[in-house]
């Protein structure tokens, strides 16, 4: 019998100071999360260019996650906070111009939180499992 | 039709013109019709007698014009400027653009300014020739032996039906009266396509975007856009060039290029004005305004020098991205 079985493919930003240490943490619990999440460590959330999210889109990612630290806990004192302002305006755009909303979402994930962090991807990725392929943000161009 | 005179412009720029106060001029010359009206650099008064045109097409935003016009020669340069221009002068200046000392500003009242396609739905192609009147303007064509007569209300441009502000924020020389501040319904538009469901807005904007030839007019004419370097023209961006496909891939471009100005965009309206193909970009940037609105507090980009951008900015309280996305279903 063959399976046609939807992976989705998510790409998680993750802060170098906190998210990214919650999901090694995560790791050392041995808390499963799915494979289909690809973590892009960033130094800061701020790091995240409104423009990576359309490129991972363009490039055939299925979902896109940021994960920062809690807003005040941001190791350069305020990143956080400007990440929260963009994101805020992209996603709205997104959504605005009929992109689902669901496969776009910010996390904070401290790096004491590993269990958050597995139950934010498996929230996630079932999400988007559930949403199925992404054909609205799917660009012919970067198409193999 | 335009309260101040043409020739009232032409005498205050010749005055200054020849009293060395200014070096050159900036304003408006005819293109290759009587209503594709192009931005022109003046230097002598016989220049300015001969081509300065200013009537209800002159809709073209001078004020991006100073940032190259500016460089690298002395001297001032006099430019006209309508209210809504002049919230576009006040943003070049927060950004440090160019000098304020190397301007001089001659405020314009404005009446609104004629939508040619507006004007073109109801005399058809081949217009010969356009005379101005009170509230009518007299279109002859090549096909009709009659001018045609049109009420200036009904070819009045969109961006001017919903006029933000007839008031000049900053200038050397106000011609005429000052206007005031406005109450416009410049988000009614954006509210209607909120209120759309998802797969609609995806239809719209599809039906909108994918007409898109990419000829970039759009960042080119915006007061916004003037970065030196562009992500459009980097052939590593991925974005730089247009697919040949039959996809919706001209949405990364227009969300970049909205993205990139919200905050300081001015609503001018010349992305709109200049697109060859009529996408309404405009309410790409009204949306950005009006989110900025209601998450931050009232915001108008340009309104005075200094202002600090809402996305160069932030509270500790402020509202959570995907509380904001779903705020708007419940």
């Known amino acids: 019998m063959q399976v046609n079985e939807f992976k989705p493919l998510i790409v998680a930003f993750c802060c170098n100071w906190c998210s990214y240490a919650g999901a090694d943490l995560a790791g050392n619990n041995r808390l499963s999360y799915p494979a289909d999440v690809k973590i892009i460590r960033v130094p800061c959330s701020c790091r995240v260019n409104p423009m990576f999210v359309l490129r991972a889109f363009q490039r055939g990612a299925d979902g896109v996650i940021i994960c920062g630290c809690h807003p005040g806990d941001c190791h350069y004192t305020s990143g956080n906070y400007y990440t929260r302002r963009r994101m805020t305006l992209l996603f709205s755009m997104l959504d605005y111009l009929g992109i689902e909303k669901e496969r776009t979402r910010v996390e904070w994930v401290s790096a004491a939180e590993g269990a958050k962090f597995a139950s934010t991807m498996n929230d996630f990725v079932s999400k988007i499992t559930q949403l199925g392929k992404n054909k609205r943000l799917e660009d012919l161009r970067c198409k193999k | ?330």
């Open chain 2, 1 to 330: 039709m335009q309260k101040i005179s043409r020739d009232k412009l032409i005498k205050k720029a010749s005055n200054l013109l020849n009293s060395g106060i200014v070096r050159c001029v900036l304003g408006w010359k005819r293109g290759e019709f009587d209503y594709d009206i192009t931005p022109n650099v003046f230097t002598t008064e016989k220049e300015l007698i001969d081509d300065f045109v200013w009537n209800d097409f002159c809709g073209a935003n001078l004020s991006k014009y100073l940032v190259s016009k500016t460089q690298g020669v002395d001297g001032k340069i006099l430019v006209f400027l309508k209210p809504c221009d002049t919230y576009s002068f006040n943003q070049l200046l927060t950004e440090h653009r160019f000098d304020r000392e190397r301007a001089y500003v001659i405020a314009v009242p404005c009446e609104g300014m004629a939508d040619i396609n507006k004007i073109k739905q109801i005399t058809n192609e081949g217009i010969s020739s356009i005379e101005f009147n009170e509230d009518t303007l007299s279109i002859s064509t090549l096909y009709n032996e009659e001018p045609i007569k049109i009420a200036y209300d009904r070819v009045l441009s969109e961006r001017c039906l919903n006029c933000k502000s007839k008031k000049h924020v900053v200038y050397d020389e106000l011609l005429g009266d000052d206007g005031e501040i406005l109450e416009s319904n410049r988000f009614d538009e954006v509210e209607k396509i909120e209120k759309m469901s998802s797969e609609e807005r995806f239809e719209f904007w599809q039906g909108e975007l994918s007409r898109c030839i990419r000829c970039n007019a759009c960042r080119d004419v915006c007061p916004a856009c003037t970065c030196e370097k562009c992500v459009f023209d980097n052939p590593e961006s991925g974005v730089e060039n247009k697919a040949s496909a039959n996809s919706f891939e001209e949405k990364l471009f227009h969300i970049i290029r909205a993205y990139h100005v919200a905050g300081r965009c001015t609503d001018c309206g010349e992305c709109s004005r200049v697109c060859p193909q009529n996408i309404p970009l405009h309410l790409l940037n009204r949306k950005f305004i009006k989110d900025i609105n209601e998450f931050y507090g009232e915001f108008q980009a340009g309104e005075k020098i200094g202002m600090r951008s809402p996305l160069i900015d932030y509270t500790t309280d402020d509202i959570e991205p995907n509380e904001a996305v779903n705020r708007r279903d419940s």
